[in-house]
């Protein structure tokens, strides 16, 4: 960020050009062979506040391409939303895979 010097006070103004919105994250849920379609769409229900039919139709994206995307949030909001998902998928002892990407 640059910031430039008013020359008839000491405070410095910041140039607002050199600001940029934060980036966006996409949740993405992997298939694997132990999880079950129900945990997934009670997860996608529960965590990422999808209704039934959207949150069976990306487990079965997931299901059927091996990944999904689970919802796209800024940075902090995917992140904890991936924490969410990992840990009710440990206290299930499923080994749900969930990643973060930047869009």
Do not use: W
């Not at 904890?80 to 930047?102: I, N």
Request: proline share 4%; with cysteine; glycine share 4%.
């Amino acid at each position: 960020m640059a910031l430039k010097s008013d020359k008839f006070s000491s405070t410095a103004v910041l140039d607002r050009t050199d600001i940029k919105p934060p980036s966006d994250y996409k949740v993405i849920l992997f298939n694997d062979d132990y999880t079950t379609k129900e945990f997934v769409v009670s997860v996608l229900v529960k965590v990422f506040h999808k209704n039934v039919e959207d949150a069976i139709f990306i487990m079965e994206s997931v299901h059927k391409s091996g990944k999904g995307i689970a919802g796209i949030y800024p940075y902090d909001i995917a992140e904890t939303r991936r924490e969410m998902t990992l840990r009710m998928a440990r206290q299930e002892g499923y080994p749900l895979k969930c990643e973060l990407e930047e869009c």
